[in-house]
């Protein structure tokens, strides 16, 4: 369904470049981490989306980040990005997803995360 149950993220990895405006990170690094969770989890993991901090704020989407969501909606269905603001106590969090609106158009929702607890047998992949 539409509900997306994030159990775990993955970091920028080690040789990650992070500016003030932009950071590109450690594809291959990341990659491998992918692969790695979803080979533990025998393939009920899957990448959903990207994410990032703004850290100063706000948490709205920038022309790169819709473009960069766009271009993960070529790999896979109904892609999420979610951008973080931590200087908010709590840290402010928004979330979009990309969803098919016809043979040629897409447009960019906003999502209102929801939080619960995971059930105290539930695995970890991420360590």
Do not use: K
């Amino acid at each position: 369904g539409p509900d997306r149950i994030v159990t775990g993220i993955i970091g920028a990895g080690p040789r990650a470049m992070h500016g003030r405006q932009a950071f590109i990170p450690d594809h291959r690094w990341q990659m491998e981490a992918l692969h790695d969770a979803f080979a533990q989890s025998s393939g009920d993991l899957n990448y959903i989306g990207d994410w990032h901090t703004n850290p100063v704020g706000p948490t709205i989407m920038s022309s790169e980040d819709e473009r960069t969501l766009r271009r993960i909606g070529r790999r896979i269905t109904a892609p999420a990005m979610i951008i973080v603001d931590p200087s908010r106590a709590p840290a402010e969090i928004a979330s979009w997803t990309l969803e098919s609106s016809g043979w040629f158009a897409r447009s960019v929702q906003p999502l209102e995360p929801r939080y619960f607890q995971p059930l105290p047998n539930w695995p970890t992949y991420f360590r």
